[in-house]
């Protein structure tokens, strides 16, 4: 009879678990589709000598269409289920990919790009790839909201532990995916094939995905008990510890969006100040990334070296496509997987599993560091100085590098604290709350950030454009002033009865022995042993499946 029941119950929760994988699978393969996008979009604007701010201003909608989608999308999630949600969202990523063929990839003779097949300005370009990105972020932030949901519905709510360690897994792994999708758009760009095949692979991507959410969903996963989920539940303002951990993931991920999608790509795609100039006959007599502008190409006069995107600025290290993509997935990558591994390498051995909101005001803090290292050695550095130095490069990426880390343990416990936070029975709209504020964050980094690269900086003339790495100064100043303030607004949070630990040591002692004591039985529940926050390092117990829950939200008692 025993084994009747064991084989009962782990046949129960195989079919539990089912949801979780199909989603998972169409979430990442989704999610290398979305890093492509902004590679794609970005480095092909860059080569048709489109600014810093034309880009941001690019992205406008798409981001905007986040807050909007995230507040909707909460609510549709509650009504129609998470497989509505994420069907919805890849057939809009069908419809971006496939509206991105009617802009041009070839340039005419005068510079100007081209909208099907018709010769185009910059402003008819901006306004048309605007709003196809427009499509584009919906579909992310529709197809988000099925990733990040299921978690809370399949583990238990005593499990804190648990779920913190399947939400780092799969975030983690939904970043790096996302790097590797930054890698194969540049790379399919550049030496790949060029723009029609990039968009080409991608929509087979997608195709993939969507075949996979059909064939394998229930329609009512992730639907309320109640029938009448509306945008008040999405706006509840009886949990407000989800609305300070939403305001401050707002400027968290400005903090990074500031600097890191526009700016960073822009400076190591131009040119060095110092390349501009010289005399030349052809293109191939001038740097990387400048060209041969003919004084008098009638009677074979001489040239002059100018930059191949004044709007781009120079100062930079003249980087390929391919390599800038490198770069930038790069980072992607060990920022997603250092996220996953964040309860196991960080937060673990310093007790602070699971975190609560002094753990984040704590690393918050420490985010602070590398942009504004960076801040000062971009200023510090003279206009006539080599930026392209392996000096300067080796600055440059250990900020980088240093940055991802940190900024994975911030995303991590982020990601955990909003599903802890949310109630169990509204928790696609409360998690669509929290990612609204996401976006609204990731649009005020991305406008701010392409404002300061375009428009701080020396103008060196039209043939040259502004200094950029003044410009790329002034957002890293921008991005450390956004993580104090993401720090000191997680002061707000009521979740500090555990204290925080680092390591041996006490940070920040509990309130009282009795939450002490409450945190250590919740540390015990989860399998490990250790206090929520304050503890030490779980135990190889806590590895174990969570018994899991029924899969949809009508058999999910309440919290």
């Known amino acids: 009879m025993a084994g009747r029941h064991g084989e009962a ?206 064939a394998g969903l229930d329609g009512q996963l992730g639907t309320a008990a109640k029938k009448n989920a509306s945008l008040r539940d999405v706006f509840d303002t009886r949990n407000p510890n989800l609305n300070w951990l939403s305001l401050a993931r707002l400027f968290l991920f400005a903090s990074r969006d500031f600097w890191f999608e526009v700016p960073l790509p822009f400076f190591l795609r131009s040119p060095s100040c110092a390349s501009i100039g010289g005399f030349c006959a052809t293109d191939d007599e001038c740097p990387a990334a400048t060209e041969c502008a003919a004084f008098n190409a009638s009677v074979g006069g001489n040239g002059t070296c100018v930059n191949a995107n004044p709007g781009g600025g120079c100062g930079g290290v003249a980087w390929s496509r391919v390599l800038v993509g490198s770069v930038l997935g790069g980072y992607i990558i060990l920022y997603g997987q250092f996220q996953a591994l964040t309860p196991q390498l960080v937060t673990g051995p310093l007790g602070q599993t699971p975190p609560n909101k002094l753990t984040e005001v704590l690393w918050g803090l420490v985010n602070c560091l590398p942009t504004l290292t960076m801040a000062a050695v971009a200023f510090a550095l003279s206009a006539d100085q080599d930026r392209s130095s392996a000096a300067v490069i080796g600055w440059i990426l250990a900020a980088v590098i240093s940055f991802a880390l940190i900024f994975a343990v911030n995303s991590s416990i982020h990601s955990y604290l909003v599903v802890h936070y949310a109630k169990k029975e509204k928790v696609a709209a409360s998690v669509g709350f929290y990612y609204m504020s996401n976006a609204v964050g990731r649009l005020f980094g991305t406008l701010g950030s392409g404002f300061l690269y375009t428009y701080v900086g020396d103008d060196f003339g039209d043939d040259a454009g502004r200094d950029g790495l003044r410009g790329l100064g002034a957002c890293f100043v921008a991005g450390t002033a956004s993580s104090l303030l993401a720090a000191l607004i997680t002061v707000k949070i009521d979740d500090d009865e555990a204290g925080v630990r680092c390591g041996p040591l006490v940070c920040i002692a509990p309130r009282d022995r009795a939450a002490s004591s409450r945190s250590g039985e919740d540390g015990a529940a989860d399998g490990g042993g250790g206090r929520a926050g304050t503890g030490r390092a779980e135990g190889e117990g806590a590895t174990e499946l969570p018994e899991v829950l029924n899969q949809t939200a009508h058999d999910i008692t309440p919290s």
């Open 9 to 214: 119950g782990m046949a129960s929760s195989r079919r539990a678990l089912l949801p979780f994988a199909v989603i998972s699978c169409s979430y990442l393969l989704f999610t290398v589709t979305d890093g492509a996008l902004r590679m794609i979009v970005l480095l092909h604007a860059y080569s048709l000598n489109f600014s810093a701010m034309d880009v941001a201003v690019m992205f406008v909608l798409y981001e905007l269409a986040g807050v909007f989608t995230n507040l909707l999308a909460g609510v549709a999630g509650a009504r129609w289920g998470i497989r509505a949600t994420l069907v919805t969202g890849l057939l809009l990523q069908l419809l971006t990919y496939g509206l991105l063929y009617g802009w041009g990839w070839q340039e005419d003779l005068a510079g100007e790009t081209r909208l099907f097949g018709h010769t185009a300005t910059k402003q008819q370009a901006i306004v048309y790839i605007t709003i196809v990105q427009m499509f584009g972020g919906v579909a992310k932030d529709l197809t988000k909201l099925g990733g990040k949901t299921v978690t809370k519905l399949v583990t238990p709510d005593e499990k804190n532990t648990q779920l913190f360690k399947i939400v780092s897994l799969l975030t983690g792994w939904k970043n790096s995916l996302k790097g590797v999708g930054y890698f194969l758009g540049s790379a399919l760009l550049g030496d790949g094939g060029g723009y029609p095949v990039a968009l080409g692979v991608m929509l087979a991507l997608v195709g993939a995905a969507l075949v996979v959410a059909l």
